[in-house]
């Protein structure tokens, strides 16, 4: 795989994401952002990772940096609604 093509490495997490390998689909993303950090598709990819870790600041994080990319990722946007209020009702308990 050329090592500079950030669109092969997306592949790569989307097929590791499938895997259930989340972790390791984050380091690629991160790669993929090293190369190409308007990669909105690697910032929501990473976004889906952190949900399935349950790492949910680190999920908006990531959906807030795709939106500032690409703010018409519907998306993107319905994550950010529900972390938000997620992370407010575990503030409230």
């Avoid at 308007?38 to 807030?64: N, P």
């Avoid at 990722?73 to 997620?86: D, G, H, L, P, W």
Wanted: net charge negative; hydrophobic share 40%.
């Amino acid at each position: 795989m050329e090592p500079s093509w950030a669109e092969a490495h997306n592949k790569r997490a989307t097929v590791l994401y499938l895997m259930h390998k989340y972790q390791d689909s984050i380091e690629v993303c991160k790669l993929v952002l090293d190369l190409n950090p308007y990669h909105f598709g690697a910032l929501s990819g990473m976004g889906l990772c952190y949900v399935e870790l349950q790492d949910f600041k680190s999920a908006l994080k990531a959906f807030e940096q795709a939106l500032a990319v690409n703010p018409e990722m519907r998306s993107c946007q319905n994550y950010v609604t529900a972390i938000k209020a997620q992370l407010a009702d575990d503030a409230g308990r």
